[in-house]
């Protein structure tokens, strides 16, 4: 190569906003497809409703992730892989585990019940990245988000077909158990494990894992986060129910959720300005592979 040629780092995303497209494309197609299956009755639309109830909000928050990435050398079928993983690994796992640390729910097992969906969603990283270079806070924060949001379309979709049998097949049971867990998704499962796969990858090596005091840190924090998602809205729904009836146990539900969300997203933000900080402009030619 010529002595005088000038390497060119990646370029930096551009912000393209086609996030929202993602959102509102779902958003139209979900409720035309709910007004047919109203209108025909026909039940085949079902499992289609709940599809697209379930995977539009968490489809369009990897979007908008993924789109604001920092050269970043991720490309988007990787980050498919991330979600699809995510949710399969995530879900078959959690499956498997609960029944055997979790035998009864009440405000102790929430904890295990985090420390166990936790693991399971970062599953579906460490099978993308254990022959890609994962030394980069920037890549660990984006395919985190994607696996905890394939984990949480998957979960929400499980959900509704619970909801369903349980309420003897309504259908406004299930599409408000739909639209709240959509809407709720950000909040929750992405940004805890971008979070724990942020970490992960900025204290790793190009081609070696490495699980310190920082990454097992940060696993607690985000499981003990999942934890009181579960358990801090009942404590406060109880104590509001006893004053304000009905109202107060959907207020308590509201306040608990939104307390930990933000916090969530605080402490995600934080971790994105620091990738942002720490991303390495990498050649094109640069490896990105593990023997």
Not at 138 to 159: N, P, Q, V
Request: hydrophobic content about 50%; glycine content about 8%.
């Amino acid at each position: 190569m010529d002595s005088t040629t000038e390497v060119q780092p990646p370029v930096p995303a551009v912000r393209r906003n086609d996030w929202l497209k993602v959102l509102t494309t779902a958003a139209v197609f979900y409720v035309l497809l709910l007004m047919a299956l109203l209108l025909t009755k026909n039940s085949n639309l079902f499992p289609t409703l709940v599809m697209v109830g379930s995977f539009m909000v968490p489809v369009a928050y990897v979007a908008f992730i993924y789109e604001r990435r920092h050269l970043s050398r991720l490309t988007m079928p990787t980050v498919s892989l991330a979600f699809l993983y995510g949710g399969l690994l995530g879900i078959l796992a959690a499956s498997l585990l609960s029944p055997i640390f979790t035998s009864e729910l009440s405000l102790g097992s929430t904890l295990r019940v985090g420390l166990i969906e936790e693991f399971a969603k970062i599953l579906g990283v460490l099978v993308i990245a254990r022959h890609k270079r994962h030394d980069s806070e920037m890549d660990g924060l984006i395919l985190g988000a994607a696996s905890g949001m394939g984990f949480a379309a998957m979960e929400s979709s499980g959900y509704a077909f619970t909801a369903l049998l349980a309420s003897h097949g309504s259908i406004s049971v299930t599409v408000e158990v739909t639209l709240l867990r959509g809407l709720l998704s950000p909040l929750g499962h992405g940004t805890w494990t971008a979070i724990l796969a942020s970490v992960l990858f900025r204290e790793s090596k190009k081609c070696d894992f490495r699980i310190n005091l920082q990454v097992i840190s940060t696993y607690l924090l985000v499981s003990i986060l999942h934890a009181m998602w579960n358990g801090l809205p009942l404590i406060i729904s109880y104590i509001l129910g006893q004053e304000l009836g009905l109202l107060g146990q959907g207020l308590g539900l509201l306040i608990a959720w939104g307390v930990i969300g933000v916090v969530g997203l605080f402490i995600l933000w934080i971790r994105w300005r620091e990738a942002v900080r720490l991303q390495m402009v990498l050649p094109p030619e640069a490896e990105d592979t593990c023997a």
